[in-house]
């Protein structure tokens, strides 16, 4: 199934040549209008095939094919069950992952992943498309994972996501009592020297910038909302745990011992991706997503909030 974007062209763009209107008009990139010239019928005008160097009318319809359908995602096995979806049109998908769902195949999970369930949910749907992360969560970490049908769109929400404009917060559940009600951690993160996965605060390490506000203080306990600048692996679980305030559950960067402070402490790292928010990549619409705090998550704290 070929992806394909039409545009009506205005008066205002009357005298424009193809690739200028794609270009400054439309937002391609000069590759991005490059592999659409080269497919077949893959720049029309008016339902006829056309050069780039054509010009356009007042009232011309412009299509062009953004993807053919075919590609990598083909070689993926068909999930067991299918995802939940929080949002879905055209061009993009975004799903609420559980914890212990990794996000896409690696090594021990070739078809129990959150991408496994997609491709049986998009070939249920008679969908051929291809899936393309924007952004991956951490096995333990549950919430939103958003995801791109084609490359024009996944390329579009990448520079969304560099210029800020495509933003994830994030609730955590961390130990201790803060200080300071929100702040800016600001600590280059570097590999733990001697590990494999483990990370570090490191002076030269790489930039990593934490934003945070503690939403509810309990006696031990802190529910903290927060956000990124950065995405460093493991950065928030890192950063507060550099900070004296290890997230509960944390089995790598936290307390080893169980903590009172919940009645059932979670099995996993407390760190749900609770928010989403970007522009959709076609008609620029700001789309504000939210996942529910999950029951790992939502254990009532002992003690009286502060």
Request: charged share 25%.
């Amino acid at each position: 199934m070929e992806k394909k974007q039409r545009f009506e062209i205005g008066g205002e763009h009357a005298g424009l040549t193809v690739e200028r209107y794609l270009g400054k008009s439309a937002g391609f990139s000069k590759a991005q209008i490059r592999g659409m010239k080269f497919r077949e019928n893959g720049i029309c005008v008016n339902g006829k095939r056309c050069r780039v160097t054509e010009k356009l009318c007042a009232g011309d319809v412009l299509e062009v094919c953004l993807e053919t359908g075919a590609g990598k995602s083909e070689h993926l096995v068909s999930g067991t069950c299918l995802p939940q979806i929080l949002y879905e049109d055209s061009d993009v998908i975004a799903l609420d992952k559980p914890a212990g769902i990794a996000v896409h195949p690696a090594h021990g999970h070739y078809g129990d992943t959150l991408s496994n369930q997609l491709a049986l949910y998009f070939r249920e749907t008679g969908q051929q498309v291809q899936i393309h992360s924007i952004g991956r969560l951490d096995l333990e970490t549950s919430g939103i994972v958003l995801f791109a049908k084609h490359r024009v769109a996944a390329a579009r929400l990448s520079l969304e996501r560099e210029k800020g404009q495509l933003q994830k917060q994030y609730l955590a559940l961390c130990a201790g009592r803060f200080e300071k009600e929100e702040g800016v951690i600001n600590r280059p993160i570097a590999p733990l020297p001697g590990t494999l996965m483990k990370m570090c605060v490191h002076p030269q390490g790489k930039d990593a910038v934490t934003h945070f506000r503690v939403e509810h203080q309990y006696t031990d306990a802190a529910l903290v909302r927060l956000w990124l600048e950065t995405g460093r692996t493991h950065q928030i679980r890192v950063h507060m745990a550099d900070a004296g305030h290890p997230l509960l559950g944390d089995r790598i960067y936290g307390v080893k011992k169980a903590d009172p402070v919940i009645e059932k402490e979670p099995a996993r790292a407390a760190l749900h991706a609770e928010q989403l928010c970007f522009l959709q990549p076609f008609t620029g619409e700001r789309i504000v997503l939210r996942s529910e705090l999950p029951e790992d998550m939502r254990k009532k704290t002992t003690g009286k909030q502060r």
